[in-house]
């Protein structure tokens, strides 16, 4: 029994062993995270404890966990596994993200606990914690994209490769907020590419540039990495490209490192996982400096029940209705008078009568 995104990286493996000559893969995850803490000197983070959401991501974890140097196995505890309760009921990323809800088992945990969901399948990860007034605090798809792109970001520079010489993009959906995306192109000056939800539209896009940071906002997602960029980079590593020394080559086996352990297949909660583990280190951050980026703006997200879901048609990568006709425009009044920073859109579900309901604004009211 394994996770979703280690079956897709077992049939990557055997469709392309020369790319992938390690067929084990919690063993390639571990040896990995292991390397790459090895090379910074940040100090230890508190212990993080995984929710694995009652499914799969529990074996997924135990078959890492068992290939890691004890010391560091011992600075993740699982909790939720299959036997403990039902799939995804008051547990798992979706639960934490959507409903805003701690996970079952979570609810006694101290202030400031470092906590992770993954879904039942092991592909989404949403990191979490509590403030001392109770407040749920949440690092979702787009915390997971903004801290991914900052540490590469530090990499290039460290390395000596120029902006001009690659081209670099976050991908994401309707559902980032609006938040992020300021950060993403005011603060770190990378395009935020929006394309439609689903996972398999945002590899698409990714996949056209050197560097394609795509997350859901749910928290599915990781890093493409164009053959180009990775040659240029092995080059540096290998002192044979560029014209830094030792400070340059470091910085790019270590970039070259965290590429090999970010899976590529599909999205891996567990790679993921193990990378914000050691981007915090390698950054000096701790979730409070992660919180910091920016402050997301207050949004809601509904479900509403219809007759038919292919009475609603949209366009503009599912932000814009043009069926049924007069929709949008109450749309529209609705976001006039939100104010400033507000925006809304309806959509419908791919798989069953139901269209959801988004909405963004500067304030908790407003958006509500």
Same mark, same amino acid.
């Given at each position: 029994?394994?996770?979703?995104?280690?079956?897709?990286?077992?049939?990557?493996?055997?469709?392309?062993?020369?790319?992938?000559?390690?067929? $084990?893969?919690?063993?390639?995850?571990?040896?990995?995270?292991?390397?790459?803490?090895?090379?910074?000197?940040?100090?230890?983070?508190?212990?993080?404890? #995984?929710?694995?959401?009652?499914?799969?991501?529990?074996?997924?974890?135990?078959?890492?966990?068992?290939?890691?140097?004890?010391?560091?196995?011992?600075?993740?505890?699982?909790?939720?596994?299959?036997?403990?309760?039902?799939?995804?009921?008051?547990?798992?990323? $979706?639960?934490?993200?959507?409903?805003?809800?701690?996970?079952?088992?979570?609810?006694?945990?101290?202030?400031?606990?470092?906590?992770?969901?993954?879904?039942?399948?092991?592909?989404?990860?949403?990191?979490?914690?509590?403030?001392? %007034?109770?407040?749920?605090?949440?690092?979702?798809?787009?915390?997971?994209? @903004?801290?991914?792109?900052?540490?590469?970001?530090?990499?290039?520079?460290?390395?000596?490769?120029?902006?001009?010489?690659?081209?670099? =993009? #976050?991908?994401?959906? @309707?559902?980032?907020?609006?938040?992020?995306?300021?950060?993403?192109?005011?603060?770190? /000056?990378?395009?935020?590419?929006?394309?439609?939800?689903?996972?398999?539209?945002?590899?698409? =896009?990714?996949? %056209?540039?050197?560097?394609?940071?795509?997350?859901?906002?749910?928290?599915?997602?990781?890093?493409?990495?164009?053959?180009?960029?990775?040659?240029?980079?092995?080059? #540096? =590593?290998?002192?044979?490209?560029?014209?830094?020394?030792?400070?340059?080559? @470091?910085? =790019?086996?270590?970039?070259?490192?965290?590429?090999?352990?970010?899976?590529?297949? #599909? /999205?891996?909660?567990?790679?993921?996982?193990?990378?914000?583990?050691?981007?915090?280190?390698?950054?000096?951050?701790?979730?409070?400096?992660?919180? /910091?980026?920016?402050?997301?703006?207050?949004?809601?997200? *509904?479900?509403?029940?219809?007759?038919?879901?292919?009475?609603? !048609?949209?366009?503009?990568?599912?932000?814009?209705?043009?069926?049924? !006709?007069?929709?949008?425009?109450?749309? *529209?009044?609705?976001?006039?008078?939100?104010?400033?920073?507000?925006?809304?859109? +309806?959509?419908?579900? /791919?798989?069953?009568?139901? +269209?959801?309901?988004?909405?963004?604004?500067?304030?908790?009211?407003?958006?509500?």
């Amino acid at each position: 029994v394994t996770s979703t995104p280690h079956l897709h990286r077992a049939v990557q493996a055997l469709n392309s062993p020369d790319l992938y000559p390690d067929r $084990d893969y919690p063993t390639h995850l571990a040896n990995r995270f292991a390397s790459l803490r090895d090379l910074v000197d940040g100090p230890a983070l508190p212990a993080l404890h #995984i929710d694995a959401a009652c499914g799969v991501g529990a074996f997924a974890w135990g078959h890492v966990a068992r290939m890691l140097p004890a010391e560091m196995a011992g600075k993740f505890v699982l909790h939720n596994a299959p036997e403990d309760g039902v799939l995804n009921e008051m547990v798992g990323a $979706d639960y934490v993200k959507a409903r805003r809800q701690i996970p079952r088992g979570f609810e006694a945990f101290p202030a400031g606990t470092r906590c992770a969901s993954l879904d039942g399948d092991a592909d989404r990860l949403v990191y979490f914690t509590t403030t001392s %007034t109770g407040e749920l605090v949440t690092f979702d798809g787009d915390r997971l994209a @903004a801290l991914f792109a900052t540490y590469i970001l530090r990499e290039l520079s460290q390395a000596g490769i120029s902006s001009n010489t690659y081209r670099m =993009a #976050i991908i994401q959906t @309707a559902y980032s907020n609006g938040a992020n995306t300021s950060y993403v192109t005011e603060k770190l /000056g990378l395009p935020a590419v929006c394309v439609k939800t689903g996972v398999k539209h945002l590899q698409a =896009a990714a996949k %056209t540039y050197d560097i394609g940071v795509y997350f859901e906002a749910n928290g599915h997602g990781t890093v493409e990495f164009s053959g180009r960029f990775l040659d240029e980079l092995r080059g #540096i =590593a290998e002192g044979e490209a560029g014209s830094g020394g030792d400070d340059h080559r @470091a910085a =790019a086996r270590r970039l070259l490192m965290v590429t090999s352990l970010l899976d590529n297949a #599909i /999205g891996d909660a567990l790679a993921d996982l193990l990378c914000v583990e050691y981007m915090l280190v390698a950054l000096e951050w701790d979730l409070k400096a992660w919180a /910091g980026l920016y402050t997301d703006l207050p949004n809601r997200l *509904d479900a509403v029940r219809v007759r038919d879901r292919g009475d609603f !048609e949209t366009v503009m990568e599912g932000r814009k209705l043009v069926k049924p !006709e007069g929709l949008q425009e109450r749309i *529209d009044g609705c976001v006039r008078e939100a104010g400033a920073g507000g925006r809304c859109f +309806v959509r419908p579900s /791919g798989t069953e009568d139901v +269209v959801r309901v988004y909405a963004e604004a500067s304030c908790r009211e407003a958006a509500a």
